[in-house]
T-cell receptor, first 116, second 113 residues
Framework: GAGVSQSPSNKVTEKGKDVELRCDPI?????LYWYRQSLGQGLEFLIY????????KSGLPSDRFSAERTGGSVSTLTIQRTQQEDSAVYLC??????????????FGPGTRLLVL | KQEVTQIPAALSVPEGENLVLNCSFT??????LQWFRQDPGKGLTSLLL?????REQTSGRLNASLDKSSGRSTLYIAASQPGDSATYLC????????????FGKGITLSVRP
């Protein structure tokens, strides 16, 4: 079946511009995660959605970062007034995890963001 | 704060060799530990997931062990092949379900034909 998809696959933007990154999780997965992978920093957690619960935003690096998940499915990560240090690969993952169990996360191919 | 360490950062071995990739974590209060594989320009693929109550998991030529009390996990790859060349990441899920993963920086493995 279809895996996690992300768009665009690559994004080049100018410093100060806003960008939106999209994630389509695996159908039926209740949990959705955003991570950022930077050179030298490894993979860092950004935000987590679980069903209708309030999202865990503890990993967002600044208030320029925000994310939404509409209808419990598609998610959009928005970065406002982009800075060069925002350049990274943004990975989305989904999981059938519920409040009672935890299972592996399935990752999308990522969006490579370059801020000039 | 949980920290996950993977050393060395890179490893090169000849084809056919058995090898061990190491992962250590600072907080033993974990829910589970996962090993992922990442190919260049691609997302992550889950290889093995070990629950905190388990000692090891096996899949084909891969075997992952977990020693929670000492904060260590190993990924054993038997009879390595050039197709095993990739970056291997270890990640821990802190105590309690539905938690974010804390990743190590990965070990980039190159298997020479």
């Amino acid at each position: 079946g279809a895996g996690v998809s992300q768009s665009p696959s690559n994004k080049v933007t100018e410093k100060g511009k806003d960008v939106e990154l999209r994630c389509d999780p695996i159908s039926g997965h209740t949990a959705l995660y955003w991570y950022r992978q930077s050179l030298g920093q490894g993979l860092e957690f950004l935000i987590y959605f679980q069903g209708n619960s309030a999202p865990d935003k503890s990993g967002l690096p600044s208030d320029r970062f925000s994310a939404e998940r509409t209808g419990g499915s598609v998610s959009t990560l928005t970065i406002q007034r982009t800075q060069q240090e925002d350049s990274a690969v943004y990975l989305c993952a989904s999981s059938p995890t519920t409040t009672l169990t935890t299972e592996t996360q399935y990752f999308g191919p990522g969006t490579r963001l370059l801020v000039l | 704060k949980q920290e996950v360490t993977q050393i060395p950062a890179a490893l090169s071995v000849p084809e056919g060799e058995n090898l061990v990739l190491n992962c250590s974590f600072t907080d033993s209060a974990i829910y589970n530990l996962q090993w992922f594989r990442q190919d260049p320009g691609k997302g992550l693929t889950s290889l093995l997931l070990i629950q905190s109550s388990q000692r090891e998991q096996t899949s084909g030529r891969l075997n992952a062990s977990l020693d929670k009390s000492s904060g260590r996990s190993t990924l054993y790859i038997a009879a390595s092949q050039p197709g095993d060349s990739a970056t291997y990441l270890c990640a821990v899920n802190r105590a309690g379900a539905n938690s974010k993963l804390t990743f190590g920086k990965g070990i980039t493995l190159s298997v020479r034909p």
